[in-house]
């Protein structure tokens, strides 16, 4: 059978995708497949979630989420999307730290490849994770904790340790936002003061569509209760109204802007909930490089705008902090992510992902697991200080490679 992801890049070639409705029944699947991957919401860009046998999603499984407010944890059903999450964290008083642009993501898939929001505090959404359950090999039901051996190697594993069914969540208070945006941040002033403006509020994502000499957006999300930073003194102004960071998108789908103060699941992300992305509109590329090369960066990126611009919709350049979680793109260093949201043509895409790949090269990027990109295997292998046990870790659980893909044989080189 074909089934096609959420942007339709990728095609998904299992013999059979299965939904089961128990972890019981998902024991059953896992002990009788030759090869099973999870599926989580489809938005990834690469073959990651992919199977040439079984392909499972958890979305059946009974909703879970059991919050602890004593011990400010909430134990959560592995398929269900953050966004379904929050109104009962929020209604404990609690809250998680960070959420991504989409809150339509599963919890699981998007901690499994490291997925990440915006700030120079936060890290990625599997720094949260205190506990995974999981299906493994010939069905066995496993818990792995936080302070366990082989933690850090288990959290973001892109789905090779086995099939997640509970994640446990360490929480935080519940904390209100304002968000607002500024328009046309010049490209200087944006580079010579990048960790000031990067680290003027919780959350700050630069827009560019590398047409112009600057960010044409600037979103900014303020944790009511930390201080105000002012930016008009880099020439960037407020915008007059809502914005979509693609320009000339309509707004309406977008979390609310204008200074108007909401809860952190409805300010965080970029988009609400109830707007689901159409399929088939782009393809994404990111890259996560040392914050310390981020200016350079960034320089090299516009060094390649000619090719960029005519199949980009837009760029996203977001701050991550450091975690020590060994598959994460934000291992061991503080980043800068550069995301590119490009059109939906592979064909013209590849050949600029390429060059973008070329351009960055000197500043070691790590490119996001569940996204389009080009680096050659060994060169990815390279940049993981702890590839190597993360690799023992893996044959350890799984010797045969029954929850394996080609993809992540490839890019782990535990086969040739």
Known sequence: MALANWAGNVTFTPDRLVSPTSVDELCGVVASASRVRALGTGHSFSAVADSADVLVSVAGLPRVVD?????????????????????????????VHTLGSLPHISVAGSVATGTHGSGDRNGCLATAVTALELVSV????????????GFDGSVVALGALGVVTHVTLALVPS??????????????????????????????????????????????????????????????????GP?????????????????????????VPHFRLDFTPSSGAELQTEYLVPREHGAAALRAVDAVRDLVAPVLQVSEIRSVAADGLWLSPAYGRDSLAIHFTWVADTARVLPVVAAVEDSLAPFDPR??????????????????????????????????????????DRHLLIAP
């Open 67 to 95: 919050v602890d407010p004593a011990a400010a944890t909430a134990r959560v059903s592995a398929g269900l999307r953050w966004g379904e999450i929050a109104p009962d964290l929020q209604a404990s008083g609690l809250a």
């Open 175 to 240: 904390y209100d936002v304002d968000q607002t945006v500024l328009e046309d941040l010049p490209l200087d002033a944006a580079l010579e003061h990048l960790d000031t403006v990067l680290g003027s509020a919780m959350s700050v994502s630069l827009f560019t569509t590398w047409r112009g000499r600057g960010f044409e957006q600037v979103w900014i999300k303020h944790r009511v209760g930390d201080p105000d930073v002012d930016l008009s003194w880099t020439g960037a102004t407020r915008a007059d």
């Open 243 to 267: 914005r979509h960071p693609v320009p000339g998108a309509d707004p309406v789908h977008c979390t609310t802007q204008g200074g108007v103060v909401g809860a952190w699941f409805e300010r």
């Open 138 to 149: 010939g069905g066995e039901r496993r818990t792995v904790r936080r302070g366990d051996e």
């Open 367 to 408: 490119p996001h697991w569940g996204k389009v990109f080009a680096t050659d295997p060994a060169r990815v292998a390279e940049s993981y200080p702890r590839m190597d046990d993360a690799r023992r870790l893996l044959l350890e659980h799984d010797p045969d490679g029954v929850l394996r893909n080609d993809f992540v």
